[in-house]
């Protein structure tokens, strides 16, 4: 199974910035025929607001910016109104911390922050996590702390974005990078 997390400011829904977070979920779990079956893409909003995307259970899913920017709305308020909820079939809005989120994890863990990272075999299952627009500081000394791998997936810095099809491209082929 490989999990995709991208963290980013609420604000980012209402917002110009809308397409980055949509075109991660695209990128990261709608290939040409339908959906990834053995991807679940989780949206940190502000650190604990979440909706996750189960590619394996999801129906129904439209990759334009319109529709997937309605679901991340609609979840946000699902979360500010009950706490949490199923909001379509395969994605669900809940409230999680980060610190928590990471604690669960036990496949390998890697995150993007930009230009250098290591070189890593992504042949088994593993958690990736990106944050909008780039990696703070303070994220990258958690991530680390909790034995996250930084990866390297271009020459320079990409966008979460472009960076997630990178990600799944490379792990699709079983490469080493």
């Known amino acids: ?4 997390a991208l963290l980013a400011p609420s604000s980012a829904i209402s917002s110009d910035e809308t397409g980055f977070v ?3 979920v695209v990128g990261a779990l709608l290939v040409s025929h339908g959906a990834r079956r053995d991807v679940r893409v989780t949206i940190f909003f502000d650190g604990s ?3 996750s995307f189960e590619g394996g259970s999801m129906r129904n899913v439209r990759p334009d910016e319109q529709s997937l920017s309605g679901i991340l709305k609609a979840g946000l308020k699902k979360i500010d109104g009950r706490g949490s909820g199923r909001i379509m079939q395969g994605i669900n809005a809940y409230t999680k911390k980060l610190d928590d989120y990471l604690d669960d994890i036990r496949s390998m863990k890697v995150f993007y922050r930009g ?6 075999s992504l042949e088994e299952d593993f958690t990736a996590v990106f944050q909008h627009p780039e990696i703070s500081r303070e994220v990258e000394s958690l991530l680390i702390s909790r034995g996250f791998i930084p990866v390297r997936l271009s020459r320079g ?6 960076a997630v099809v990178m990600l799944n491209n490379r792990a699709d082929r079983g490469r080493r990078y």
Not at 115 to 120: C, E, I, L, N, P
Not at 157 to 162: F, K, R, S, V, W
Request: charged letters at 30%; hydrophobic letters at 30%; one cysteine or more.
């Open 157 to 162: 810095t990409i966008p979460p974005d472009q």
């Open 1 to 4: 199974m490989r999990e995709l």
């Open 22 to 24: 949509t075109r991660f």
């Open 115 to 120: 230009a250098g990272g290591k070189d890593v």
């Open 49 to 51: 607001r979440c909706v």
